[in-house]
C-alpha cells in the first residue's frame, strides 16, 4: 500500500522559511514525477511544483524564485524549500506523486503565514 507522509508545515512570520518534507513508502516502481500542490479555503488546489524523474523542474509563477523544490529518489522523497514566505502562501500542502500510470497524495500539511 502506497503512502505518502508530508511533514515540515507550522505556523511562521512574513518573510520566513520552511522546508516541506513527503516521504513516500510502499513503491514497488521508479517514481516519475514529484511534485507540491496548495489549496487555500474556499480556493481550488493548484500546482505549486513539480519535478521529473529526470530533474527538470516547474513552478507555479506566483512562487517562482522564491521556492524549491529536490527529491532524493534513495529515500523516495520530495522536498519543497519556502523562502520569503508571504501571507498568500497560507494553505494546505499536499505532495503528489506518479508511479507508473497512478497518483497518489499525501493527506497534507498545514502552512500558515503570519502578516
Known amino acids: 500500500q502506497v503512502q505518502l507522509v508530508e511533514s515540515g508545515g507550522g505556523l511562521v512570520q512574513a518573510g520566513g522559511s520552511l522546508r516541506l518534507s513527503c516521504a513516500a513508502s510502499?513503491?514497488?516502481?521508479?517514481?516519475?514525477?514529484m511534485g507540491w500542490y496548495r489549496q487555500a479555503p474556499g480556493k481550488q488546489r493548484d500546482l505549486v511544483a513539480v519535478?521529473?524523474?529526470?530533474?527538470?523542474?516547474n513552478y507555479a509563477d506566483s512562487v517562482k524564485g522564491r521556492f524549491t523544490i529536490s527529491r532524493d529518489d534513495a529515500k523516495d522523497t520530495v522536498y519543497l524549500l519556502m523562502n520569503s514566505l508571504k501571507p498568500e502562501d497560507t494553505a494546505v500542502y499536499y505532495c503528489n506523486i506518479n508511479v507508473r500510470v497512478m497518483n497518489y497524495w499525501g493527506k497534507g500539511t498545514l502552512v500558515t503565514v503570519s502578516s
Open positions: 519535478i521529473t524523474s529526470g530533474g527538470s523542474t
Open positions: 510502499g513503491i514497488w516502481y521508479s517514481i516519475n514525477t
